[in-house]
């Protein structure tokens, strides 16, 4: 056998407030990918908002190593020289004012000249080209607030840019981002610090995402939001512009990333998939009609909405039961807040909150698998319940309508309770409707989202990258 045939390849994933410290959708697909190509060595470089996190997930033998770093915090000591220092903040005031005129800045020249280890803020602040940097940014862009509202802004956002471009990534083959924003622009500087391959998979679009969480919080206001917005939308332009190869789950979301620079030949579409042996069980039918909620109990899958869906339901179907099945402990006092909405309503008979468990025990005798998120990118829920052989009904996001096969019956806008109910009652009083879903579904899984399509994807994918020859 040659040297060449016999050497790993080492990926290194870059991560942004996921696995292995919290569980969800990218988690599962991140740990599943890992263990299934161990043939493969992974190190973790995760970005993280507190230390010492406890592990979710038991990492499997082919993670051969896993480095934390504090979004925010010193990756490092402070960076001290004068003459460099100088330089370098001259050629971050010229990033930012390109920036500012709504173009591509060169990336390449400015993270070339910031060193690993180092810590950048203090130079910005107390440097005379930084400070005139906020003073300006100030006066342009912040005339109707407080300076103290600007500048703290600017170094909230900063240490946290500051501190993802001074980490110091693992050697690896090939960098792997699982999302623009900081993971994407830590992998960057990995890429252009080692000559190695990045690539970037997105199960949704970062900067969509924080833009709507930046909407809808009162703590930023005013310029702070258009600041953040900017900011986002900023670094998915850069990844997509220096990223070796791209991946989205779906045709809609590959079509955004064209519109913010991806190039259309580093671009393609590999949907999310799922073990369909195992999620093929026979069904144990129980008497009653049972919904089903597969998700965490967080804001993000609104289970507030998913409890006043109930609601209207159980009032027209006595026999009705409902289970909102998966962790709890992620967000204690949301969950607070659901459980008293449950009691509330005076659902307690009727309705449980199940805690995380083998969600197969389940989908055995679900009737409806209900989705009531206000973001999401391909759920593999409902691929794991079509499997089972469970109809679905959800709110209109991500991919989802597709998966639904855009039958409006079963979809309906974000906290839109009463449409949800009346999905659901459609599947109720049609079981000849409800079979005819379960023989589609089943091959919609079989032809498209089997998941050992989406591993041998992704081994070829690594090979080829690792030969890629990087250019300065």
């Not at 290194?12 to 990918?33: F, K, N, Q, R």
């Amino acid at each position: 056998m040659s040297d060449t045939a016999e050497k790993r390849i080492c990926v290194c994933i870059v991560l942004e407030g996921s696995y292995p410290y919290i569980t969800g959708g990218v988690s599962a697909w991140v740990h599943d990918l890992i263990k299934n190509l161990p043939e493969v060595d992974f190190k973790l470089f995760t970005i993280s908002p507190e230390a010492n996190q406890p592990l979710r997930y038991e990492l499997p033998p082919n993670v051969i190593e896993s480095r934390d770093i504090l979004i925010g915090e010193p990756a490092g000591t402070v960076f001290k020289s004068p003459r460099k220092g100088v330089r370098l903040m001259k050629e971050i005031f010229r990033f930012h004012q390109v920036m500012g005129e709504n173009k591509d800045p060169d990336v390449k020249k400015m993270i070339s000249m910031m060193p690993e280890k180092r810590f950048l803020y203090h130079l910005a602040v107390k440097s005379k080209v930084g400070w005139n940097m906020i003073t300006n940014g100030n006066r342009k862009n912040n005339p109707l607030y407080p300076f103290s509202d600007y500048y703290w802004a600017w170094k909230s956002s900063h240490d946290m840019l500051f501190s993802v471009l001074g980490a110091e990534a693992p050697e690896a083959d090939i960098y792997h981002a699982v999302s623009t924003g900081f993971a994407g622009l830590a992998t960057l500087a990995a890429r252009l610090r080692h000559k190695k391959p990045f690539l970037l998979t997105e199960h949704g679009l970062y900067h969509k995402e924080r833009e709507m969480e930046i909407r809808k919080t009162s703590i930023v206001r005013g310029y702070q939001r258009d600041m953040w917005t900017k900011i986002y939308n900023k670094i998915s332009r850069i990844c997509y512009s220096h990223a070796d190869h791209i991946t989205a789950l779906f045709e809609e979301n590959r079509q955004k990333q064209l519109e913010l620079g991806a190039p259309a030949d580093k671009t393609e579409v590999i949907p999310n998939g799922i073990d369909v042996e195992r999620f093929t069980i026979d069904r144990e039918p129980r008497e009653g009609f049972h919904v089903g909620l597969v998700g965490r109990v967080v804001p993000i899958k609104d289970i507030k909405t998913f409890i006043s869906t109930c609601k209207i339901v159980a009032d027209k179907v006595p026999e009705a039961r409902f289970y909102c099945i998966g962790p709890t402990d992620e967000d204690e006092g949301y969950y607070e807040d659901c459980k008293l909405l449950v009691e509330n309503l005076k659902l307690q008979d009727v309705f449980e909150f199940t805690g995380r468990q083998d969600v197969r025990d389940y989908y055995k005798f679900l009737d409806v698998l209900l989705l009531t998120s206000v973001r999401e990118a391909q759920p593999l829920v409902f691929l794991e319940g079509y499997c089972a052989g469970v109809p679905a009904v959800s709110t209109i996001v991500g991919n989802v309508p597709e998966l639904l096969n855009f039958d409006e019956r079963f979809l309906a806008p974000s906290k839109d309770a009463s449409k949800l109910a009346d999905g659901i009652m459609t599947l109720y009083n049609n079981p000849a409707e409800v079979e005819k879903l379960r023989v589609k579904n089943y091959q919609k899984v079989l032809n498209f989202y089997d998941k050992k399509d989406l591993h041998k994807r992704y081994r070829v994918m690594y090979r080829e990258l690792a030969e890629l020859e990087i250019e300065d």
